[in-house]
């Protein structure tokens, strides 16, 4: 079961690998590689600043959302934040980020696997890179299915494309095993240790997913699950009651980085978007919605905000509707028919 955990030092250990996720609102996100240095709390975090190659440090932008993920304890932990300032001191550049007001956290087993269908590339040093595909995966493990035979206790790399646009980019593993499958091979490939930041990275996916489904199986979820998203409790609170009224089944998130998290976790019918949130507006975070591939034909509303031709904006960015007035929102959807 996931948690939102606001009294979190007990988590921080200096030295810990972490991923920082950064581009939240920009058509491209970057994952990159580092690790806690030390803390300040309810002041800031202070992490190694990322490289984006040997000897490249990555420049922040001040303010620009960030999300940092990490395992600790058999739990995939990520918390959103943003950067305060940095340094580029040669021997050791440091980042420092906003304490976060809560993380959250989800509990994984290293044996927990996954089926999926995901290509990949593999890489090894006795031949030229083969292309292949990933039915299913942990933390500490995967499956491969390969035309050509690898030998028992090869040394691979494996490069892929999580299906929530996390890229695992040289995974280093160890061929456990080999059997035939149809017209090739399926190789049983053991993850080494010591890559916390792209264990994170599956971990967090694998859990979240397994969290998912078991929501999804809960009895008594016959509603409308409707995603509403909204930095403000009274506004949130009377759409809420109104949605539930109609019988549908609120899911709620504070921001847009917490709304891309509880999107994965329940697979809503609808998202009902407030543009005024704290860190991004709501015609953005619709946006980067829609460019994921699993959620590009999701029910979108916009309301809040008064700025001119913003529902012609939101149409145009691929909101059904934009919505002035709070109290209507739940009638103008629900009141006639329900969307698919």
Same mark, same amino acid.
């Given at each position: 079961?996931?948690?939102?955990?606001?009294?979190?030092?007990?988590?921080?250990?200096?030295?810990?690998?972490?991923?920082?996720? &950064?581009? +939240?609102?920009?058509?491209?996100?970057?994952?990159?590689?580092?690790?806690? !240095?030390?803390?300040?709390?309810?002041?800031?975090?202070?992490?190694?600043?990322?490289?984006?190659?040997? *000897?490249?440090?990555?420049?922040?932008? &001040?303010?620009?959302?960030?999300?940092?993920?990490?395992?600790?304890?058999?739990?995939?932990?990520?918390?959103?934040?943003?950067? &305060?300032?940095?340094?580029? !001191?040669?021997?050791?550049?440091?980042? $420092?980020?906003?304490?976060?007001?809560?993380?959250?956290?989800?509990?994984?087993?290293?044996?927990? =696997?996954?089926?999926?269908?995901?290509?990949?590339?593999?890489?090894?040093?006795?031949?030229?890179?083969?292309? %292949?595909? /990933?039915?299913?995966?942990?933390?500490? *493990?995967? =499956?491969?299915? +390969?035309?050509?035979?690898?030998?028992?206790?090869?040394?691979?790399?494996?490069?892929?494309?999580?299906?929530? #646009?996390? /890229?695992?980019?040289?995974?280093?593993?160890?061929?456990?095993?080999?059997?035939?499958?149809?017209?090739?091979?399926?190789?049983?490939?053991?993850?080494?240790? #010591?890559?916390?930041? +792209?264990?994170?990275? +599956? %971990?967090?996916?694998?859990?979240?997913?397994?969290?998912?489904?078991?929501?999804?199986?809960?009895?008594? $979820?016959?509603?409308?699950?409707?995603?509403?998203?909204?930095?403000?409790?009274?506004?949130?609170?009377?759409?809420?009651?109104?949605?539930?009224?109609?019988?549908?089944?609120?899911?709620? %998130?504070?921001?847009?980085?917490?709304?891309?998290? !509880?999107?994965?976790?329940?697979?809503?019918?609808?998202?009902?978007?407030? @543009?005024?949130?704290?860190?991004?507006?709501?015609?953005?975070?619709?946006? /980067?919605?829609?460019? @994921?591939?699993?959620?590009?034909?999701?029910?979108?509303?916009?309301?809040?905000?008064?700025?001119?031709?913003?529902?012609?904006?939101?149409?145009? *960015?691929?909101?059904? %509707? @934009?919505?002035?007035?709070?109290?209507?929102?739940?009638? !103008?959807?629900?009141?006639?028919?329900?969307?698919?």
């Amino acid at each position: 079961m996931a948690q939102v955990v606001k009294e979190f030092d007990a988590y921080l250990h200096v030295g810990t690998m972490v991923l920082v996720q &950064i581009g +939240l609102g920009k058509p491209v996100s970057r994952r990159l590689r580092s690790a806690l !240095r030390g803390w300040r709390h309810g002041q800031f975090v202070l992490l190694d600043r990322p490289e984006l190659s040997p *000897g490249i440090l990555y420049d922040f932008e &001040i303010g620009h959302p960030l999300v940092i993920r990490f395992l600790r304890d058999g739990l995939a932990c990520a918390f959103d934040t943003e950067a &305060i300032d940095w340094d580029s !001191r040669y021997q050791s550049p440091s980042l $420092r980020v906003k304490w976060p007001a809560s993380m959250q956290c989800v509990p994984f087993r290293k044996s927990e =696997r996954l089926r999926l269908r995901i290509p990949c590339t593999l890489h090894t040093a006795q031949g030229p890179d083969m292309e %292949a595909e /990933i039915d299913d995966v942990s933390s500490s *493990g995967c =499956r491969v299915r +390969l035309s050509r035979r690898l030998e028992h206790g090869a040394q691979i790399r494996l490069s892929f494309s999580m299906p929530d #646009g996390a /890229i695992i980019d040289s995974m280093e593993a160890t061929v456990r095993n080999v059997t035939p499958a149809g017209k090739g091979f399926a190789a049983g490939c053991e993850f080494k240790v #010591g890559q916390e930041a +792209l264990e994170s990275d +599956l %971990a967090f996916f694998i859990s979240t997913t397994f969290e998912r489904q078991r929501i999804d199986l809960q009895p008594g $979820r016959s509603g409308t699950r409707v995603l509403l998203v909204d930095s403000a409790a009274e506004s949130t609170k009377r759409l809420k009651d109104h949605l539930e009224g109609f019988g549908c089944e609120v899911v709620q %998130a504070q921001n847009a980085v917490d709304a891309l998290y !509880r999107l994965r976790m329940s697979s809503p019918a609808v998202a009902i978007i407030n @543009h005024e949130l704290c860190d991004l507006p709501g015609l953005e975070l619709g946006r /980067i919605i829609h460019q @994921h591939r699993d959620f590009e034909r999701l029910s979108l509303y916009l309301y809040g905000g008064r700025q001119p031709g913003l529902g012609e904006a939101a149409k145009a *960015g691929g909101f059904f %509707a @934009h919505f002035e007035d709070l109290d209507e929102i739940a009638q !103008r959807i629900f009141g006639q028919a329900k969307p698919d």
